[in-house]
């Protein structure tokens, strides 16, 4: 069964920096695209970055581009999400989530669990 | 545009139907996807594409769309599915998703 296991959260100062990781399993992880999503507490959900699954194909929220960079191994069957210049307002769970799209259709059929980053001093 | 306006709550008695709505100019391009989210947990997909449910999704979940306005409609609403309700579209370019903000759902 598909599986996606997010670690490497915490509590990072702001303006430092933190690896968000997600290992796939249960599926082929090269031939779909991977987004992150996250979720200030008590807040909505906010999409975050999406990856192509060959890996040539980025895409960035306006509130974290220029300080979070998505990358992904598949060799490892594994995303990641390398966050810098931290700030408050970054502080959510992260999930990742497999990225369905195909002409009319937009969605995420599954995710992790979710990891949790708290920016503060 | 990339905004998806949701009613913030909705209240369904036992057994009733409700319908939790979704509007945004995406969606007469674009279809809805639909996520549940109980406290503590990942949200889950419940309705894809025109109307589409995974498996495991039970059938009382149904999807619909009108012009501008995506629906989630509950048919026999029970009382697991008091959640969160979130729907997600992508804005004109394709390349930027977003998400409504979501309806809470109450169960009477």
């Known amino acids: 069964q598909v599986q996606l296991v997010e670690s490497g959260g915490g509590l990072v100062k702001p303006g430092g920096s933190l690896r968000l990781s997600c290992a796939a399993s249960g599926f082929t992880f090269s031939d779909y695209y991977m987004s992150w999503i996250r979720q200030a507490p008590g807040k909505g959900l906010e999409w975050v970055s999406y990856?192509?699954?060959?890996?040539?194909?980025?895409y960035y929220a306006d509130s974290v581009k220029g300080r979070f960079t998505i990358s992904r191994d598949n060799a490892k069957n594994s995303l990641y999400l390398q966050m810098n210049s931290l700030r408050a307002e970054d502080t959510a769970v992260y999930y990742c989530a497999r990225d369905r799209r195909w002409l009319q259709l937009y969605y995420f059929d599954y995710w992790g669990q979710g990891t949790l980053v708290t920016v503060s001093s | 545009s990339s905004e998806l306006t949701q009613d913030p709550a909705v209240s369904v008695a036992l057994g009733q139907t409700v319908r939790i709505t979704c509007q945004g100019d995406?969606?007469?391009?674009?279809?809805a996807s639909w996520y549940q989210q109980k406290p503590g947990q990942a949200p889950v997909l419940v309705i894809y594409?025109?109307?589409n449910r995974p498996s495991g999704i039970p059938d009382r979940f149904s999807g619909s769309s009108s012009g501008n306005t995506a629906s989630l409609t509950i048919t026999g609403a029970q009382a697991e599915d008091e959640a969160d309700y979130y729907c997600?579209?992508?804005?004109?370019?394709?390349?930027?998703?977003?998400f409504g903000g979501g309806t809470k759902l109450t169960v009477l």
């Open positions: 997600n579209s992508r804005d004109s370019s394709g390349n930027h998703p977003f």
């Open positions: 594409g025109k109307n």
């Open positions: 990856i192509s699954s060959s890996g040539s194909t980025i």
């Open positions: 995406s969606l007469r391009s674009y279809y």
